[in-house]
């Protein structure tokens, strides 16, 4: 059970690469890199989910707790290259109606 977490800084936004499972274990490592990344006012966040290999609904809840820090303060969050498996699980949490889904 391994996360990798990769971050670049662009000019308007922050592009996170997560690589591996997100589960119990993993999810607060993601949280708490996310939650810093995501502190103050209009922050872009883009999440490459290309290489998450599973995710459970520990780490889904970290996708929603950011989603809300982000749009409080004016931010948002973009999920983009997600396989077909993770892409199913936000449709039927529902959450691909509320978050940005690309890819």
Known sequence: MNLTIDKQ???NEVVVKAAGEID???APKLREE???????KNKVITVNL???TYLDSTGLGV??????QLKNNG????????S????????ITG???????RG
Do not use: P
């Open 24 to 26: 119990a274990f993993t």
């Open 84 to 91: 077909e498996r993770l892409k199913r699980l936000f449709q």
């Open 75 to 82: 931010g948002e969050l973009r999920l983009i290259e997600m």
């Open 50 to 52: 290309k290489d998450v």
């Open 95 to 101: 959450l691909s109606h509320v978050m940005e889904i």
């Open 63 to 68: 996708f929603v707790g950011l989603f809300k």
């Open 9 to 11: 800084q662009n000019e």
């Open 34 to 40: 996310l939650a810093l990344l995501a502190d103050g």
